[in-house]
């Protein structure tokens, strides 16, 4: 007689769950077993099969080997074109490096000669001020 134990829903749905999942596990290693053995099955086939010769082996090495040095000489062409592309882009940033210095000084030397005109004018005021004579107004405001 089991008192007091799985009652009530207290713990008694795990032990389902770990069954299921040891089904599962065991379920996935069979299958990865039967996929190995029909892999090696196909795999010793091949390499008993008499219609594939060491000729036929030779050409298809000759393949690779050929197709091994497209994919490197197209590997190179990209990596040239990459390289001509990192070097024009670097020398596009030292150019817009350069301009916007460039620019930062003539913000600050338009900036100081604003300052300055402005002084020239209260200065120019102050002078027609102190001055009485008569000056005519086209010379002014030159």
Not at 85 to 108: F, G, H, P
Not at 113 to 134: A, F, P, V, W
């Amino acid at each position: 007689m089991m008192v007091g134990r799985g009652g009530g829903g207290s713990g008694g749905g795990g032990g389902g769950r770990r069954q299921e999942r040891k089904a599962l596990m065991a379920a996935f290693a069979v299958a990865l077993l039967m996929g190995t053995a029909v892999y090696f099955r196909i795999w010793a086939r091949q390499s008993d099969d008499p219609s594939f010769t060491a000729d036929d082996r030779e050409e298809l090495r000759r393949q690779f080997e050929h197709a091994n040095l497209e994919a490197m000489d197209e590997s190179a062409e990209w990596r040239m074109k990459y390289d001509t592309e990192l070097a024009r882009n670097r020398e596009l940033q030292d150019e817009l490096l350069k301009v916007k210095t460039s620019l930062s000084a003539s913000t600050k030397r338009f900036e100081e000669l604003q300052k300055d005109n402005e002084m020239l004018k209260r200065q120019t005021e102050s002078m027609k001020l102190q001055c009485n004579c008569t000056v005519p107004l086209n010379i002014t405001q030159e």
